[in-house]
């Protein structure tokens, strides 16, 4: 069924009775012509722009747990596209205007909300620095405004520009960044390929890879041997023991980030706020929970919880940055497990086995990054090219001295 | 969690700072045909979900390097002993 004011009125006049479920539930077909490892927003991503874009639909997606059940879900919704390094630029500002068309393209409300993305600055070098991002942006074709002081407390009157030690002197300003209801992104993304023909199985682990002289010939899951003549990984957060059961090892360490959501309040913020001087990102939820973060833990883990360190120099950063926060609960906190790569940059690539395709290494960064994710993994899947916006995210890059260290910190994952 | 430092005892994990994977060994050799054996020290981790060794510095502390066996599923911490020279 197609969602339009028309089918919403039918289905309001006779009782909401008729809504059919948004994606079957099938049972594994003996072969497929490619099967994606992953039923989260990248591999339901990858799926849809196979289906869409290369008309390749004899696809399953295979979800060890239920669809989005991993970090498309725990993440803090936040997308924008400012980024430095001419590898990574082009990719998210496509991503950007993928986001922009997402709604139109999958006919589903993904609620995307371009409130706006504002990094605040607090010293003379931070501006300059700031002001070469937004440089970069712009030459890429993203948008971004350097904003003074005065521009930014039109925006976020609260904040505490007169801070002793960090006080406020301007902003960098993404108008077109925001927030997108994350649950939609996969519901609708699932929808979208479901009804173009790909299998999404839910409770299907894999549990190991076929290869015959060098090549894929399927998978091994909980629900018996699938054929397949391509194989996606998709599964960040578990690339590494994923890739493991392929030989394959990974430029990456295991980590894990927290998310929190305050109770709901009135309108407050109506943007996405960073702090320059820690890290503390926020944005206010349709419901009113001011949802936040900071750093990742910094410590190898899969256990998708974190520690009490990171949860107060969260709520310092909050603090320092907006002390009007000061006597709101916390209703929630979780964890989310990223793959860190060994550069703060994914992978989008081949693989040492043929016909084994690699998405991985999305470090904290994945959520704003799934529509080119998907567009470009399955730009790679079905014409065995890399695509010109992610052909920088080589899985050899490491070796031959082409790494994307957005952050500048070298080969230490806890850091970028 | 919280670690027991052979020298200071049980502290607060803010006391210390991680260095990552505690088995990879540097290369001996600094010649080119050593060029692969440094790219797997630099940047190839075998990342496990379960026991895994570490190297953490009890920098707000003693300033001793430890050598950490922790529980990467769930956070235990098995052994905690003084990192080797060499490593």
Request: net charge neutral.
């Amino acid at each position: 069924m197609r969602y339009s004011l028309g089918s919403l009125l039918t289905n309001a006049l006779t009782g909401n009775r008729n809504w059919k479920p948004v994606w079957r539930e099938p049972e594994p077909k003996p072969n497929y012509d490619v099967v994606i490892v992953g039923g989260g927003g990248h591999g339901l991503a990858t799926a849809h722009y196979l289906a869409k874009q290369h008309g390749i639909t004899n696809v399953a997606v295979l979800e060890k747990s239920y669809i989005g059940s991993g970090n498309v879900g725990r993440n803090t919704t936040i997308v924008r596209s400012n980024y430095l390094l001419p590898g990574n630029e082009p990719f998210y500002e496509w991503s950007m205007k993928l986001w922009e068309g997402l709604e139109q393209d999958i006919n589903y409300n993904a609620m995307v909300s371009q409130r706006g993305v504002l990094n605040v600055f607090h010293s003379d070098p931070q501006r300059d620095a700031f002001a070469r991002r937004g440089n970069a942006m712009r030459l890429h074709g993203a948008d971004a405004e350097l904003l003074d002081r005065e521009q930014v407390r039109k925006l976020v009157p609260f904040v505490d520009f007169d801070n002793a030690r960090f006080p406020v002197r301007g902003g960098l300003y993404q108008p077109r960044g925001g927030t997108v209801r994350h649950d939609a992104v996969t519901w609708g993304y699932a929808r979208s390929a479901d009804q173009r023909g790909v299998d999404i199985i839910q409770n299907c682990a894999v549990t190991g890879f076929r290869i015959d002289d060098g090549r894929i010939v399927g998978v091994e899951t909980e629900k018996g041997f699938i054929g397949a003549k391509k194989v996606a990984l998709s599964v960040a957060g578990s690339s590494s023991r994923v890739a493991e059961r392929a030989g394959l090892r990974l430029p990456i360490e295991a980590h894990v980030l927290q998310a929190f959501v305050t109770e709901g309040i009135k309108p407050l913020l109506d943007t996405v706020i960073t702090f320059g001087a820690g890290h503390f990102y926020c944005s206010q939820s349709d419901k009113g929970g001011l949802v936040f973060g900071g750093d990742i833990d910094g410590y190898n883990t899969y256990a998708q919880r974190g520690n009490l360190p990171v949860v107060e120099d969260v709520a310092e950063g909050g603090m320092a940055l907006m002390p009007i926060i000061g006597r709101l609960r916390l209703l929630r906190s979780w964890g989310g497990l990223l793959d860190m790569s060994m550069d703060g940059s994914p992978i989008i690539d081949t693989t040492p086995v043929d016909g084994l395709y690699l998405n991985a290494g999305w470090c904290y960064g994945g959520f704003k990054a799934t529509p080119a994710a998907g567009w470009c993994f399955a730009h790679l899947i079905a014409t065995g090219e890399p695509h010109p916006y992610a052909a920088a995210y080589r899985l050899d890059r490491f070796g031959l001295g082409r790494v994307i260290d957005e952050k500048g910190m070298g080969a230490q994952p806890n850091l970028h | 969690m919280r670690i027991k430092c052979p020298y200071c005892g049980e502290r607060a994990l803010e006391e210390f700072s991680y260095r990552g994977d505690a088995t990879v060994k540097r290369p001996e050799s600094l010649e080119p045909s050593a060029r692969e054996a440094w790219v797997d020290y630099v940047y190839f981790r075998d990342n496990p979900a379960g026991l895994h060794k570490e190297h953490w510095h009890h920098s707000a502390g003693c300033h001793a390097w430890l050598e950490v066996t922790r529980d990467t599923r769930t956070h235990e911490i098995i052994d905690v002993a003084f990192a080797e020279k060499g490593r």
